[in-house]
T-cell receptor, first 111, second 116 residues
């Protein structure tokens, strides 16, 4: 089945540790995105990538880093520099018709 | 200024009735797209419907239709014949043309509760 997978669904980390969230898609989409959602809020863009080996900062990139070494994969690292890392993280990819499809998300809790 | 405004924090509807969720947007870009997503309690974002700024007709997808009023900059979602499974958070989002690279800007969302 084609789709976007994110793992794990729930992630717990201690403050000061970096953590990497996985995002994989087998839809052959070029563009991929990372969004953050806080409780009761809409989504905000962290990073996006239009093609392999290229990515751009979104609206709230501070404290995050990404890589795009393969078309299928767009991992997000939440670094210790991110002041409020506890949130729900959603990965998306975009079709040629500009429709964005989302993965199931990862809930990150940092204590 | 907010680019996407959803003024209804919560809405209630009786099963089998229709409901309209409001969305207004703000952009000076002539080329843009408007999206609606459904987010159930599980958290996944489910794509519902898309309207392009140059589309002549209102978009429809099954029980979902988008009431696009360009002059008013509104893009309301209409759900007909509501079902219990429609209870969820609904987000309106906009993609602006130019160099936005497909970035979506989201509204704050509307929680829809369908009563039996």
């Amino acid at each position: 089945d084609g789709g976007i997978t994110q793992s794990p669904k729930y992630l717990f980390r201690k403050e000061g540790q970096n953590v990497t969230l996985s995002c994989e898609q087998n839809l052959n989409h070029d563009a991929m995105y990372w969004y953050r959602q806080d409780p009761g809020q809409g989504l905000r863009l962290i990073y996006y990538s239009q093609i392999v080996n290229d990515f751009q900062k979104g609206d709230i990139a501070e404290g995050y880093s990404v890589s795009r070494e393969k078309k299928e994969s767009f991992p997000l690292t939440v670094t210790s520099a991110q002041k409020n890392p506890t949130a729900f993280y959603l990965c998306a990819s975009r079709t040629g018709k500009n429709e964005q499809y989302f993965g199931p998300g990862t809930r990150l809790t940092v204590t | 200024a907010q680019k996407i405004t959803q003024t209804q924090p919560g809405m209630f509807v009786q099963e089998k009735e229709a409901v309209t969720l409001d969305c207004t947007y703000d952009t000076s870009d002539p080329s843009y797209g408007l999206f609606w997503y459904k987010q159930p309690s599980s958290g996944e974002m489910i794509f519902l419907i898309y309207q392009g700024s140059y589309d002549q007709q209102n978009a429809t997808e099954g029980r979902y239709s988008l009431n696009f009023q360009k002059a008013r900059k509104s893009a309301n979602l209409v759900i007909s014949a509501s079902q219990l499974g429609d209870s969820a958070m609904y987000f309106c989002a906009m993609r602006e043309g130019g160099t936005s690279y497909g970035k979506l800007t989201f509204g704050q969302g509307t929680i829809l509760t369908v009563h039996p």
